[in-house]
Nanobody, 115 residues
Framework: VQLVESGGGLVQPGGSLRLACVASGFTITSYGMRWYRQAPGKERELVATVSSPGGSTDSSDSMKGRFTASRDNAKNTVYLQMNTLKPEDTAVYYC?????????WGKGTLVTVSS
């Protein structure tokens, strides 16, 4: 059982990135999926949610209009589309799967927004 994030990297301010989180060993449709991030010296914060089973999405207020989460059930993968990136978006981005029984975290992918 694991979650593996990918797609992070160095991007200039105003740029875009698309993160992916691939699940193995379980089916994401049975879990609520969330993206979190943790910047250096700061606490982990919620970025976006992809609910189960309907797949409805929501982003934290500070990221509405810029970040969008989605899921591809056939690929057992969730995505985070990040647009108009700012230096303060620099962080390690994590994927989490949770239902009433279990919780899984990925190891994260680093996003650096800098010119």
């Amino acid at each position: 059982v694991q979650l593996v994030e990918s797609g992070g990297g160095l991007v200039q301010p105003g740029g875009s990135l698309r993160l992916a989180c691939v699940a193995s060993g379980f089916t994401i449709t049975s879990y609520g999926m969330r993206w979190y991030r943790q910047a250096p010296g700061k606490e982990r914060e919620l970025v976006a949610t992809v609910s189960s089973p309907g797949g409805s999405t929501d982003s934290s207020d500070s990221m509405k209009g810029r970040f969008t989460a989605s899921r591809d059930n056939a690929k057992n993968t969730v995505y985070l589309q990040m647009n108009t990136l700012k230096p303060e978006d620099t962080a390690v981005y994590y994927c989490r799967a949770k239902n009433w029984l279990k919780e899984y975290w990925g190891k994260g992918t680093l996003v650096t927004v800098s010119s």
